[in-house]
């Protein structure tokens, strides 16, 4: 297994992606009193379907970018999205961009491993005595007590950082999906999204409607669920006070916001394919797609992935469901609106 430029294996890195999701998954699900863990209703969106499918991680090892730009030439990845803040990463993107115009990039914001852009010694309450992130198990239990102004001066750090290098920015997302899962840390993604003005990821994960799931379960969900169980037993004070900053209510809320002010996102976000990687996952998700633009977040470096992304099967299933595989570039120029 090649080590990335952390000097951890991908795998090491990238198990605990719903990690955070335990922990909203648990409160929505199993934690809330009888009676208030039912699924909201979701929106109704008219319309085609369009579908972005993403890889996450690019700039974590070369394996990883490799798998990515292989399933953008030979597969049906239409975009990635790329770590800055790793010892390599500008260079990597850069040369990435060179070498693959068309490929659109956005950026992977990251508060879970490798060093900050910004100065450690400006971010006490983010990183730990070595001046790196903490890992996503131990900043959750740090969340509540870490400065939003830290918090804001690192992403806006990493997307500077990021336009600097003369690579487009295509759309903004985040590494765990915890700016998002953690509401008020997605109050600063909308802020650089209108400061940038950039596209972003849907902060609310489609799980949480119950209404998309793959043919054969497990996976993401019984990682997310054991790790968020373990959580909420064995930090009861901590998670209790934190349910309102990550139930269902909250993500929506964060979505009418941004859409009130005007920053463009995909109508769906699809958190089902994490950890479910065989084209018959793939192709059940496909099937079950709502109206509207939905994105699919996937890890081309994770094992099986990058297979599935390039199986005929697979193709097929997007001509057969009448799919329209778009990029977040279609948001800012309202293509996909007919």
């Not at 993403?54 to 239409?78: K, P, V």
Request: net charge negative; glycine share 6%.
């Amino acid at each position: 297994m090649e080590l990335n430029r952390t000097g951890l294996s991908a795998n090491q890195l990238k198990w605990p992606a719903s990690a955070l999701y335990t922990l909203s998954l648990f409160f929505i699900m199993g934690f809330l009193p009888a009676g208030c863990g039912t699924p909201p209703e979701p929106k109704q969106v008219a319309g085609d379907k369009y579908l972005i499918v993403n890889g996450d991680d690019l700039c974590l090892d070369a394996e990883t970018d490799q798998a990515i730009i292989t399933a953008f030439n030979y597969g049906i990845l239409t975009s990635t999205s790329a770590f800055i803040n790793l010892p390599h990463s500008v260079k990597t993107l850069q040369q990435i961009h060179r070498e693959n115009p068309e490929l659109p990039i956005g950026l992977h914001l990251n508060l879970t491993f490798g060093a900050p852009v910004s100065s450690a010694e400006m971010l006490p309450n983010l990183v730990n005595k070595n001046g790196e992130f903490y890992d996503i198990g131990k900043i959750l239990r740090r969340l509540s007590d870490i400065p939003l102004e830290e918090v804001r001066k690192e992403l806006f750090a990493q997307t500077e950082l990021f336009v600097s290098t003369g690579v487009p920015l295509d759309h903004i997302d985040c590494h765990h999906h915890l700016a998002a899962l953690f509401t008020p840390y997605f109050q600063i993604v909308r802020e650089l999204a209108l400061t940038y003005d950039v596209p972003v990821r849907n902060p609310v994960p489609v799980s949480i409607y119950k209404t998309i799931s793959p043919e054969t379960k497990g996976g993401g969900n019984s990682a997310s669920m054991g790790k968020l169980l373990l959580f909420g037993i064995t930090h009861p004070f901590k998670s209790i006070p934190m349910m309102s900053k990550v139930s269902p209510e909250a993500f929506m809320e964060q979505e009418r916001l941004m859409y009130t002010e005007g920053i463009k996102s995909p109508d769906w976000f699809i958190d089902s394919f994490y950890g479910n990687a065989t084209p018959e996952n793939f192709i059940s998700i496909l099937q079950q797609l709502p109206n509207g633009v939905s994105e699919i977040m996937c890890h081309p470096g994770m094992e099986g992935e990058v297979t599935v992304l390039t199986h005929p099967k697979v193709k097929e299933a997007i001509e057969i469901q009448n799919l329209q595989l778009i990029s977040y570039r279609y948001l800012e120029e309202g293509k996909w609106k007919n």
